[in-house]
């Protein structure tokens, strides 16, 4: 039986990045659909929706391969009409490709969120020790650190845009590694798979990627 994956994207449509990757680990002859929360406004009306502070502070790319800070209230509130519109196009599996935490939406039963699905492999990789974070930007942090927060964890931080070239990913790494992780988890679905070739090496310890891991958990809900 074929099958219609929807994605939605924090940010805009095309994002042939994620579509690409997730349709590698889907079966043969799956279709692939990406719609974006911001789908249909301009950079301008784009701009308007700044983060109130570092809790309601999201990053995403752009159409055109923009990076911007959004508001993570913003997103909310047009999510449920690309999940809605997804729906219409067809789609009988749904990922949301974001590793943020969020409140229940409208429209969000049996969507697939990448955050449970790094946050479940960590948990059980890693029941306590020392847990290392890669996020996109510095003023994240505490709420990132408290979003990964149990018994038995501590938690130590280092922020690398998703766009950056290979000698800053390495820099990064370095210092991550300096503070002794036991594992570590790429909070972002911008990150990729160069990305985590990038960081490997300085790190010497596994790396959890969010959008491959979600992609393997795509393929089980797929076959």
Do not use: H
């Amino acid at each position: 039986m074929s099958r219609t994956l929807g994605i939605v994207t924090i940010g805009q449509a095309p994002r042939d990045d994620i579509a690409s990757l997730f349709a590698a680990y889907a079966p043969a002859g799956t279709k692939v659909i990406l719609r974006g929360a911001l789908d249909g406004l301009s950079d301008s009306e784009v701009d308007k929706l700044q983060p109130e502070n570092g809790g309601d502070t999201l990053y995403t790319r752009l159409r055109g391969g923009r990076d911007v800070k959004i508001s993570k209230k913003a997103v909310i509130t047009r999510s449920p009409a690309a999940l809605d519109r997804l729906r219409a196009d067809g789609c009988d599996v749904l990922v949301y490709a974001c590793t943020g935490e969020f409140p229940p939406m409208p429209g969000d039963e049996n969507v697939l969120f990448p955050s449970r699905v790094l946050n479940g492999l960590a948990t059980g990789l890693l029941p306590r020790g020392r847990l290392g974070l890669l996020i996109p930007l510095a003023e994240q942090g505490e709420k990132l650190t408290s979003k990964w927060a149990r018994p038995g964890l501590e938690i130590v931080v280092e922020a690398l845009a998703p766009s950056a070239g290979q000698d800053e990913a390495a820099a990064v790494a370095e210092r991550l590694a300096a503070k002794k992780p036991d594992l570590v988890a790429m909070d972002c679905m911008s990150y990729t798979p160069t990305t985590k070739d990038w960081i490997k090496g300085p790190l010497g310890v596994p790396a959890l990627l969010a959008i491959t891991a979600t992609g393997r958990v795509l393929r089980e809900m797929l076959d």
